[in-house]
């Protein structure tokens, strides 16, 4: 029977691990269909920069109650999972406890386990209350309806349900120790230390060593059952910010907010005017094929860059851009967190029609107006308080920008404040419509 056991076990492992092993490649297959950009520079800023961000949590405390909660359960889902490892090595091999033999640092590391879950249980549930009962404003958004709310209740349920199983099979362990059962109980002693668990025992207590297994093997399943599917969960969830955070702060902007980047045709074109040299009219270098310029800004996802696609799938849905945005908080229709939403859909759907055809056949849709609209786009201030207050490097307004510049560049489509501005800009060097001989005369004034 421990043979079939074990069999079933690893089919069930090297399934879960290969479905999720799956979903990763579309993953980087659908973030591969963004533009390439370099982000190779300042390997060591860069480093330093994700153990600052995100594995030190630096910006996520920024704001207490929620940044310390979510180190609890940061903190407490890491290394409780350090367990995994010791469950793996038991189902493959049939043994129990395998680490045993490190003794009292195994002991120690038990209880900490216990403890941790306690407070992720704990956490968990302020979570919980904090989204469905006290209702903070920026988990009311128009953006969080349907899945994306219930999505995130999942998988608190998820967790909750974890350290349940956690907590329940040690208990039944503790107790088969100290009943002497077999494959149980060790001449060494008890094989680790219970202080949370150990409180679940009364609701054991006078159960037979055969009623004891069942419960303890239940869980054991049970448990690693739900770290399987809770993987494979990520890919369909925001909480894939999980594994994704670290790159994505790694391949963020190094460089100042508010720096914005040059098109390199434009600026080639700029160059070329302003070289008093240069002969407009000269054909181009041998070997050097001008071709077609490349398209301005960006109207769908292939116009964008791989970070900011990395970005969308990354995004936590947090909301705390969007909080933070002047234009949202005075009734605009632009919600940061939307903008990056709205991309990761736009992805996944056309990440779909790959799946479907083995290419992607044009659908008639595009990321511009079909999933953010125009009207969001030109009620950005282009403040960077979202990119500011993100806890894991989003760029929210490098989308915006980059699709306001194929507005303007593309369609000539700016608002007409904006459009009357530009044109005062180029005749007369300045956005209000006087002459530049006429600029002074206020100063004649009597």
Known sequence: MQIVAQILFIIVLVAGIGFFARNIRRVIRNVKLGKE???????????????????????????????????????????????VLEIIIDGIFGTHRIFAFMGGFYDVLIASFEVLALLVFVGVILFWIRRNIINIRRFLSRELKGWPKNDANYILYFEMVLMILFLTMNAADYQLQMNGADHYASEAGIMGSFPISQYLLPLIDGLGNATLIIIERTAWWLHILGILFFLNYLYYSKHLHILLAFPNVYLSKLTPQGEFDNLEAVKKEVDLMMDPNADPFAAPAEGEDEGEPDKFGASDIFDLNQVQLLNSYTCTECGRCTSECPANQTGKKLSPRKIMMDTRDRVEEVGEIINKNGKFEDDGKKLLDDYILREELWACTTCNACVEACPIGIDPLSIILDMRRYLVMEESAAPNELAIAMTNIENNGAPWPYNQMDRLKWAEEK
């Open 37 to 83: 950009v370099d982000r190779s520079d300042n390997a060591g800023e860069r480093f330093a920069k994700m153990a600052r961000i995100a594995i030190g949590q630096s910006k996520m405390v920024k704001r207490p109650i929620a940044g310390f909660l979510h180190i609890i359960v940061y903190v407490g889902f890491i290394i409780i999972n350090i367990e």
